[in-house]
């Protein structure tokens, strides 16, 4: 240990020194002595990797993106400008975004994505809730607000499944109502009829789990969908870059190859008005 001096100009000298101890004789503590506590390692900074975020549809960018691999396939000396295995990441970021295009849907609880037994029992619900709607209109003649709100008639706006099992709950809880269900048996309306109804909704989950569920995975295929659009975009634009450091624009004779990879037209510029077309000289007048 040695003596501490707090005018001494040691850079050890701080108060957050746990090493520093200050008594009526401040000393400090040197290794190997007994509490010596060893410096922390310095930390490395990290940079983190800010990728460029798309501002076109994922169709723009797989359609213009797989034309750009193949040009960068294509022209070696562009691909050599590149990590190694770069148009590889490239290709298989790009071979994503279908996929999750259409996981994204079917997690948003589409009704065009479910399995044919799923879409029978669905068009037998549908048919369920028209049917009670079609009585309860026969059985409640100008009452409109309780036909609105306890039979859905005029409430159909939105398919996504959890919306349609919502609505199913609520003309299924109207019909139970013993004053609603003798209004309709008045008109029809059996026993059977809601037993069908009853039956066929107890083959899909709750409204309120399939809502949640639904928003939960949405959320995510979109968050996934997202990240890969931005990787494929990315990585585009690195590829885009070398092809343009390897073939300026200064020179003529690499406007073919430029076009390959879609210089100046991908990605596309939402703020440059349209470019006006070139008027096609008018034929002369036959003699």
């Not at 799923?118 to 607000?145: E, I, S, V, W, Y």
């Not at 092809?243 to 076009?259: G, I, Q, S, V």
């Amino acid at each position: 240990m040695r003596i501490a001096y707090w005018d001494s100009g040691d850079p050890e000298m701080h108060f957050d020194n746990p090493n520093l101890i200050w008594s009526n004789h401040s000393y400090l503590l040197e290794p190997g002595d007994p509490g010596y506590v060893p410096p922390s390692p310095p930390t490395t900074p990290t940079t983190n990797k800010h990728m460029n975020t798309p501002h076109c549809p994922v169709s723009i960018i797989s359609y213009n993106g797989n034309l750009i691999v193949v040009a960068a396939q294509k022209y070696p000396n562009v691909a050599a400008r590149l990590p190694a295995g770069y148009l590889t990441e490239t290709t298989t970021a790009l071979g994503k975004l279908p996929a999750d295009t259409t996981g994204q849907k079917i997690a948003k609880g589409e009704t065009g994505n479910l399995t044919a037994a799923q879409q029978a029992n669905l068009d037998l619900l549908l048919h369920c809730m028209g049917q009670a709607r079609k009585t309860a209109k026969l059985a409640f003649p100008g009452q409109t607000m309780k036909l609105h709100q306890e039979f859905q008639i005029g409430i159909h706006d939105s398919h996504n499944l959890p919306d349609v099992l919502a609505r199913a709950d609520i003309i299924l809880a109207s019909v139970q109502i013993p004053a609603n269900l003798a209004a309709l048996k008045l008109r029809g309306w059996t026993d059977a009829e809601t037993q069908t109804f009853t039956t066929v909704r107890g083959t899909f989950p709750a409204s309120s789990a399939v809502q949640q569920a639904g928003q939960s995975d949405a959320k995510k295929a979109t968050g996934v969908k997202n990240t890969d659009a931005a990787i494929a975009y990315d990585h585009l634009l690195t590829i885009q870059n070398a092809a343009d450091l390897e073939l300026p624009a200064t020179d003529p004779a690499n406007a073919p190859a430029r076009a390959e990879f879609k210089l100046g037209l991908f990605p596309p510029d939402h703020h440059s008005p349209a470019s006006t077309p070139t008027p096609t000289p008018a034929a002369p007048p036959a003699k």
